[in-house]
């Protein structure tokens, strides 16, 4: 008996009042936290993990628009057709300007040889026909134009005066 | 009127300027033949009879001659000089001894000027003399600039394929790295060797720039020049062996 009469009077048993007053508090307060502060870090959260995310997936994108881009042209390379180690005909056309080069180097005006010839004149026309042309010559045509120069330049040489300014000292002092 | 005077004027000053004109202008001055002939002519003349007239008459050609020698060698130096002045030196060192030939052949154009005061009171001897004198005086001192002049032309042109043949090394290694061929020893030797083609091109270029830099004459800058050029063409040999060698082993590997 004495036992239900005491489970009867635990029954009856009350918080403090105030210590109710504060736990309430306490726990709406960690509600209120609770509530208020997933909103604020999902919207700066949200913000920065989007930010992110997007970042990473145009980085990722560009990786892979760099990849097939890259692949791509290495593809083409690989491709016989190109064989762009190495533009054949822009090869041959630089060999070709060398050439054209080694010409006009070896006809040069050599005055020592109009000296020892005494029979043409000190000509200005070979040596100066080249250099008034432009400087750069890459392309095909250039290339070409140059070779054609040259050609254009030795023969032209033949038409000078058979007496020029050598000659005609060397007979005036006899 | 005045507008139309100024304009020809301008016209005339840009045709005189012209290196054509010196050329063209140079190949007529400097065709003696016709007064050669008169001379031929008046000493057959004065040896057939040595009359005072005889005497005066050659004496009278040989002036001539020996001004017109003049006048055509002062248009051969401006030539010149007009296309030293239009040779683009691209680099300071260049430009130095560009200005340097050109400065040397304004000395030789007043040389010439004041020749010409001279022949108006030369007799028959007198001028045999003074030709003689002009004539070794070109030898000695035209001679020199007009030959380092004109190579120096040539040379400045090559620059560009010094810098174009470098230009394709270097494209074709990177490509070749690309590929992932430069490790392969046939391609690596080959490209060993146009590197080594090109060090010596421009070891001659530097030579020949040397040549140019101290104006010595004699020299044998066209060979040096020619040396160098011929390195580039072995260059570009084997340029062309790489290509071939690069696709053979990408035709082989599919």
């Known amino acids: 008996m004495e036992t239900t009469e005491l489970l009867k009077k635990l029954k009856n048993i009350k918080p403090d009042t105030d210590y109710s007053r504060k736990s309430r508090m306490v726990i709406l307060s960690n509600d209120l936290k609770e509530s208020r502060l997933p909103v604020l870090s999902f919207s700066f959260r949200q913000i920065a993990t989007g930010v992110l995310h997007s970042g990473w997936s145009m980085a990722l994108t560009a990786v892979f628009l760099l990849l097939a881009i890259g692949s791509f042209s290495i593809l083409k390379i690989l491709t016989p057709a190109t064989t762009a180690v190495v533009d054949i005909t822009g090869l041959r056309a630089e060999a070709q300007a060398i050439d054209a080069r080694i010409e ?55 038409e000078q005066p058979a007496f020029g300014i050598d000659s005609a000292l060397d007979i005036l002092s006899r | 009127m005045q507008k139309n005077k100024l304009i020809i004027g301008a016209l005339i000053a840009v045709v005189l300027m012209s290196p054509l004109f010196y050329r063209a202008e140079a190949a007529d001055a400097c065709d003696f033949k016709d007064n050669l002939k008169e001379l031929l002519s008046a000493q057959a003349a004065l040896r057939a009879n040595d009359s005072q ?18 006048d055509c060698s002062i248009r051969e130096t401006l030539g010149l000089q007009s296309s030293v002045k239009l040779a683009e030196a691209n680099s300071p060192a260049l430009r130095e001894i560009k200005n340097r030939i050109i400065s040397r052949l304004d000395e030789i154009i007043g040389y010439y000027q004041t020749q010409n005061g001279a022949v108006r009171d030369l007799g028959i001897g007198g001028s045999k003399i003074f030709s003689a004198n002009l004539k070794s005086w070109r030898d000695s001192n035209y001679v020199p600039v007009s030959e380092l002049g004109n190579n120096f032309i040539v040379f400045v042109k090559n620059q560009d394929v010094l810098q174009t043949t470098q230009n394709r090394l270097n494209q074709m290694t990177l490509t070749l790295k690309t590929l992932g061929l430069a490790d392969n020893q046939k391609i690596s030797g080959l490209l060993n060797q146009a590197e080594k083609n090109i060090r010596m091109a421009n070891e001659d270029n530097l030579l020949a720039e040397d040549i140019f830099k101290r104006l010595a004459w004699p ?36």
């Open chain 1, 104 to 158: 006009l180097t070896n006809i040069v005006y050599n005055p020592s040889a109009d000296i020892e010839n005494k029979t043409s004149t000190s000509s200005i026309t070979t040596p100066n026909a080249e250099p008034q042309k432009a400087t750069a010559r890459r392309t095909d045509d250039e290339a070409q134009q140059n070779a054609a120069d040259v050609a254009g330049s030795a023969k032209s040489a033949p």
């Open chain 2, 53 to 70: 007239e005889n005497i005066l008459k050659e004496l009278s050609v040989r002036k001539k001659i020996i001004s017109q020698a003049i």
């Open chain 2, 219 to 254: 020299n044998n800058v066209s060979d040096i020049m020619v040396s160098s050029l011929q390195r580039l063409k072995d260059s570009y040999q084997n340029f062309f062996d790489l290509s071939k060698e690069a696709q053979s082993i990408i035709s082989n590997s599919k």
